[in-house]
């Protein structure tokens, strides 16, 4: 299979757009959390934010979707210049996959958890039950999607293409797209087996 040819000038460019995409939505989700990493992962504490918080959240997750959809060039980069390799295609559809689910469930976030953040402020009544849909939502998303399904896919990508990047002397590309996908698949077993916060 076929996935299209992508030059490494273009890889290169894409990949810049999804470092600073990924660094802002960081920045932006610390933001959300008062610059407060132990809240960081606190759906509790997120849902009290306010019409501020759901404007940093929504912002925060757009620009994570760009990441993400910044990042599928680089998949069908590996695909091109490793195109004779046993399992190339396999490897990069877990890579795209990874990338869309990623997106997907960052919109979600905008456009489903932000909202309920800003109605949460002005609600009058049920704040109990909008808690209770807001922190299984957000459970899904991060925990499950972002965490544990993506961790899963990420790890297949990246380890899968780090080693055909060793077998074919890559050395350097080998070694970064190993370590990450040793950090995405080990942090995926973590919340599978309980580890992880939020399992």
């Not at 490793?82 to 559809?93: A, M, N």
């Not at 890579?95 to 109605?119: E, N, S, T």
């Not at 039950?129 to 999607?145: K, M, P």
Request: proline share 2%; aromatic share 14%.
């Amino acid at each position: 299979m076929s996935w299209g040819a992508v030059s490494s000038r273009t890889a290169w460019i894409f990949l810049a757009v999804c470092v600073v995409g990924e660094l802002g939505s960081s920045a932006l989700f610390l933001a959300s959390a008062n610059f407060d990493s132990s809240k960081t992962f606190d759906p509790k504490f997120l849902l009290t934010t306010e019409a501020r918080g759901a404007d940093i959240a929504r912002l925060a997750s757009l620009l994570d979707m760009f990441g993400y959809l910044a990042a599928i060039p680089i998949a069908l980069y590996f695909q091109s210049r490793f195109r004779d390799e046993t399992g190339i295609t396999f490897f990069t559809l877990s890579g795209v996959l990874f990338l869309v689910m990623g997106a997907m469930a960052a919109v979600m976030f905008a456009f489903a958890l932000a909202p309920m953040i800003r109605d949460y402020a002005t609600a009058s009544s049920a704040k109990d039950a909008s808690e209770t849909v807001f922190v299984a939502l957000y459970r899904f998303i991060v925990f499950g999607v972002w965490q544990t399904l993506n961790g899963f896919l990420a790890g297949t990508w990246m380890l899968g293409v780090g080693w055909i990047a060793w077998r074919r002397r890559a050395r350097v590309l080998a070694g970064v797209l190993i370590v990450f996908g040793l950090i995405y698949a080990g942090g995926a077993a973590a919340h599978i087996s309980g580890i992880g916060p939020g399992s």
